[in-house]
Nanobody
Framework: QVQLVESGGGLVQPGGSLRLSCAASGFTFSSTAMNWYRQAPGKERELVAGISSTGGSTNYADSVKGRFTISRDNAKNTVYLQMNSLKPEDTAVYYC?????????????WGQGTQVTVSS
């Protein structure tokens, strides 16, 4: 079955960096676009960054452009989110997500999330 397992979250001071990882299994990772979302307390879940199956195309939320970088290693079935210059407003649970077609229906799959807390 499809599994997405995030890791790498933690507590970091403002201005610091973290790298999140999402290990994928149960589907053809190299053929599938991947996304990172986040959800802060009391707020809706929002798209942070996305990457195409080959890694040749990426997109970012305006709030993280120039600070976050999404990348992938198709040999390791893993997608990453490098987060630099972190701000307190980046505090959230971060999720990886993918969408897969099965029997002509589109299904969304989410990981369990990893907590990122930016605080001094």
């Amino acid at each position: 079955q499809v599994q997405l397992v995030e890791s790498g979250g933690g507590l970091v001071q403002p201005g610091g960096s973290l790298r999140l990882s999402c290990a994928a299994s149960g589907f053809t990772f190299s053929s599938t676009a991947m996304n990172w979302y986040r959800q802060a307390p009391g707020k809706e879940r929002e798209l942070v960054a996305g990457i195409s199956s080959t890694g040749g195309s990426t997109n970012y939320a305006d709030s993280v452009k120039g600070r976050f970088t999404i990348s992938r290693d198709n040999a390791k079935n893993t997608v990453y989110l490098q987060m630099n210059s972190l701000k307190p407003e980046d505090t959230a649970v971060y999720y990886c997500k993918t969408d897969l077609w099965t029997n002509r229906r589109l299904y969304s799959y989410w990981g369990q999330g990893t907590q990122v807390t930016v605080s001094s």
